[in-house]
């Protein structure tokens, strides 16, 4: 493999293999079942000592809140997939719930002016990404880490660092209200979901995506716009975060700065996963049970009573599983061809 | 080889930060209230130092090729435990002690989960920021603690000569740096791992070993910069290191862009960490807005990483 070796910002490995499923035994797939059996476990304990963790309104209200991951975790999938990394994505959402909310309740804007705006103003973030990885062939950790950093600084510096409180109300139905008694929240997601496992898994541009990340020299030889694909992962990437962060500050009914921040980890971790448990193939589905995952351990942990430190140690030890599996399988993938 | 003429091009790639930096002093030193004067210049230096110190640490790590990024949390968590068990009274020699196992604890742990078990070191001293973290806030409560006891304040903020001692640190850690990595064989050992470990591998030198080593010692000095931090401030605020965090990162790659382009090197990160202080002072005596700052940061980032990797001419990608 090619890569540049002389640039000191290389980072990772330089792993060869195509992921290839089903056939390989071995440490990886032992971590890919373990995640199973650890969540199988963890929830009937969780169960047996919390009992309304089943309950109807607490399973609604984990998959409401699966539901609004769910996109931003889509995005960071589809970026992770060619290769990239998106740093940026809470602080893109944050900034689409802030303008969106900005708009509506601050200078009376209705409510579709609004949010076409929040998801257009993240959509073109999204394409400020690609073109610094694209044209500048920064790397996209650096790249990001610079943009979250803009928009930190840009949000506090617009809103002055107050919340918007005063939203309209059919605003608020966006995030808690239900149609046919299912959350607003899930049939987004619903639909969100199906275009991007369509997107991904049947139309060309999608299964070029994933050869990219999977092996960029095999897509140059074989004539793929590399370029141009990776410029359209950040671009639905900055898209599907702003569905997050204006759907987050709907269920809230308020908008704040820093809304978006934890997005980041929780979508890198939710891909992560998706990326592991069909050990590479069908992300999007993947991701979804991943963001499910995440979700259910959370809110476990809360009903248990853990506080916040214990929250991130969590999240921490199934962030470094998902990175473990993913790196075993990839290299048992890479022995074997 | 023959050597290439030089172009005006080449000199922007490889000086292109060093022209910023000082057009920038000449641009604050007329516009600025009270840019150039001594006492500004002092502050910038003291400011810079932690920054510089952590940022030494890394550009070992980038130097050989990986990257390191757990100083964000051994810096936080190195803090609270100096303010937490000075305040429980315990003598400063065991608290140093305890610091620096601190950063040898996490270093090691870096170095086995990079070099060991192979992981991506993105990723790996990623979790191991998170989990400094964690610690960080279990152990302090997510309190800041205050030092108040002048004598140990004194060992970074007391004045010898005409500088604070945390300066003369960061240039004794400069020197030692710069010393160890262009004057003895270790050094260029670890300057040919970033270039090509294969062929590091093919002489005969125990890579993995020197890598094991560079994460290491890099630990200690971000245990360093922490303590030193630390004694900066006065006592132990939580998350310093998320604060430090981009700058540490900017200070690097800004120094990329100064004397070698698009490879990390250590004069060029002094420059860059100073670089970074003194827009910010320029920027503030200019009358921005505190908000500004990680605008102009994030941004700063951008263009010097852009300086140096718009040449490179291919996507570089992120591998897990």
Known sequence: ?337 | MQKQPITPKDIINNYGATFAFVIAIIFFSFTSMGFFSGQNLQNILVQSTSLGICAFGLTIVLISGEIDLSYAGVIGLVGAVLAGMLKEGHSIGLTTLVCMAIGLGTGLLNAILIVVLNLPSFLASVAVMFICMGAERIYNQGITTWIRDPEILSIVQAQVGPLPAGVLYLFVLFILCWFLLTQTRAGQYIQALGDNIDAVKEVGVRAQLIKFMIFVVAGLIFAFAGYVETLRIGGAVMYAGKQLMLSVLAACFLGTATFKAGKANFPGTLIGAFFLYTLLSGFTGLGMKFYLVPVAQGLILIISVAISSVRRGKIEQVQF
């Open chain 1, 1 to 337: 493999m090619s890569r540049s070796n002389s640039n000191a910002t290389s980072l990772g490995h330089q792993d060869n293999g195509e992921i290839e499923s089903g056939s390989q035994k071995g440490s990886s797939s032992l971590i890919r079942y373990g995640i199973f059996v650890i969540f199988g476990i963890f929830y009937v304990i969780v169960t047996i000592l919390r009992p309304s963790f089943l309950s109807l309104g607490n399973l609604y209200d984990i998959f409401t809140e699966m539901s609004i991951i769910s996109f931003v975790s889509f995005g960071e999938a589809i970026v992770i997939a060619a290769g990239g990394l998106d740093l940026s994505v809470g602080n893109v959402a944050g900034a689409a719930a802030m303008l969106a909310c900005h708009l509506m309740s601050n200078l009376g804007y209705d409510i579709y002016t609004s949010l076409a705006a929040g998801v257009a103003i993240a959509t073109l973030i999204g394409l400020g990404n690609g073109l610094m990885v694209t044209r500048l062939h920064m790397n996209s950790l650096i790249a990001t880490l610079g943009t979250m950093f803009v928009l930190v600084g840009f949000l506090y510096g617009v809103t002055g660092g107050v919340s918007v409180h005063i939203i309209p109300e059919n605003f608020e139905y966006l995030g808690n209200g239900t149609l046919f008694s299912i959350p607003i929240p899930m049939f987004v997601m619903a639909v969100v979901f199906v275009l991007a496992y369509l997107f991904v898994e049947k139309t060309s541009y999608g299964r070029n995506i994933t050869m990219i990340g999977g092996n960029i020299e095999a897509c140059r030889l074989s004539g793929v716009n590399i370029k141009k694909l990776t410029l359209l992962t950040f671009v639905i990437c900055g898209f599907l975060s702003s569905f997050s962060g204006i759907l987050l500050a709907a269920r809230q009914a308020v908008g704040n700065v820093d809304l978006g921040e934890r997005f980041l980890l929780e979508a890198f971790i939710a891909a992560m996963l998706g990326t592991v448990i069909f050990n590479g193939k069908n992300i999007i589905t993947g991701t979804l049970i991943g963001a499910i995952f995440l979700t259910s351990m959370l809110n476990g942990l809360t009903l248990l009573g853990a506080g916040p430190q214990w929250m991130y140690l969590a999240q921490g030890a199934l962030l470094l599983i998902a990175i473990m599996a993913n790196y075993y399988s990839k290299r048992s993938a890479a022995k074997i061809t």
